[in-house]
């Protein structure tokens, strides 16, 4: 089957639901540091989160590059899908490896939004980027498993009901590879008893609903796991190429936001009896960042095109997201510069966007792993890790 990569009706439906949340209703959740819950149940009544799971578990069926167009035009239109992009893909890793019962289970209730799956829990406050040395313990007994251990940055886990969390069931020293030995389970965090699971907000730069989740005996029950005991590592990292696209077209979404701003700007601001836009000191960051947006945008389509094909789109997809997080932020670069003093202030958005553009440079993976990533799968250079 063929798609048209661009996807224009999906497009204007996004851009039309996006209309009825303008930079006040963002500027406001920010105040208050507040989850855009109305936003999200939009979407979700869209039907827009369910874009990746199969119309035969209820949701749109569409094809990756599908949803990547739904983020974009999100991100494109001011708005942020980091509030909620989860609820899209982590569901991968079940829709893959989950048991039929799981799935029957979980996906049609995810793709009608009853069940919120946002949150994801790899990172660990001690291993950071170094995945196959967290600490968090699942341990079998009976028909239970019992949780130990500590997870940093689970983004969006006070608003979530379901949990996909990586934990080690067998330790590093008893298995042949390091990424042996670590399993994925879908937690059900309403069934947890609280004293076993506690959740404390971080507040961040930008609003993120990030938290810190403490186990202690955690007990959830041996059906929570999803797949093969030990396999765990392979299930995440099978899902981290759509997620790396998906990232990448938000990142394209937030160049093209702010280039559009920042012309607008450019064009209207008389310094000097012209204006500003007519000096090429302030044209050529512009074009500039325009440029690596349209490069970027390329990678983006061609990632999702590889996807698409059944291929490995591993190359593209890390190369997508490399160049698309730089774009973003060459564009709120430029952006705030050509805004002067009034890139600072709160009521043009730009200082709000320019927060939220900063963190794909970190997450969900940072610039030198992708590089690293690069460097030694692609071009063949030794190890550094
Ligand atoms: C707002 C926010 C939301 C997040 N949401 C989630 C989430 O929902 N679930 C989740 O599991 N995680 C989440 N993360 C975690 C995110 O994926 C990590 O922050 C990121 O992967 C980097 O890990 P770290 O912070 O531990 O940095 P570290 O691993 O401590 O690295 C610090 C710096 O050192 C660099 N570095 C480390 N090792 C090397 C190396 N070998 N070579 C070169 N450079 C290196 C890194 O690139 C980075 O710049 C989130 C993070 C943030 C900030």
Partial sequence: MTYDLDHPEIREAVAKLCEGFPGEYWRECDRQTAYPTAFVQALTEGGFLSALIPEAYGGLGIPLSAAAAILEEIHQAGCNAAACHAQMYTMGTVLRH?????????LPKIASGELRLQAFGVTEPTSGTDTTSLRTTARRSGDKYIINGQKIWTSRAEHSDLLLLLARTTSKDQVKKKTDGLSVFLVDMRMVPKRS????????????????????????????????????????????????????????????????????????????????????????????????????????????????????????????????????????????????????????????????????????????????????HVLGMARSY
Wanted: charged content about 25%.
């Fill in 98 to 106: 989950g048991s039929q019962e799981q799935k029957a289970a979980y």
């Fill in 197 to 376: 699971l506690s959740i404390r907000p971080i507040k961040t730069m930008m609003n993120h609903s990030a938290t810190e989740l403490f186990f202690n005996d955690m007990e959830i029950p041996t059906s929570s796991l999803v797949g093969e005991e030990g396999k765990g590592f392979r299930y995440i990292l099978s899902g981290m190429n759509a997620e790396r696209i998906l990232i990448a077209a938000e990142c394209i979404g937030d160049a093209k936001w702010f280039i559009k701003k920042t012309c607008n700007y450019a064009n209207e601001r008389i310094i000097f009896n012209r204006p500003i836009g007519q000096n090429q000191g302030i044209q050529f960051p512009i074009a500039r960042a325009y440029s690596q947006m349209r490069a970027a945008e390329l990678m983006v389509r061609e990632g999702a095109r590889l996807y698409e094909a059944g291929s490995t789109s591993g190359e593209e997809a890390n190369l997508a997201k490399l160049l698309s997080a730089d774009a973003s932020w060459a564009a709120a670069e430029a952006c705030v510069q050509t805004h002067g003093g009034f890139g600072f202030a709160e009521e043009y958005d730009v200082e709000r966007k320019y927060r939220e553009a900063r963190l794909y440079q970190v997450a969900p993976i940072s610039t030198n792993l992708v590089l690293s990533y690069v460097a030694e």
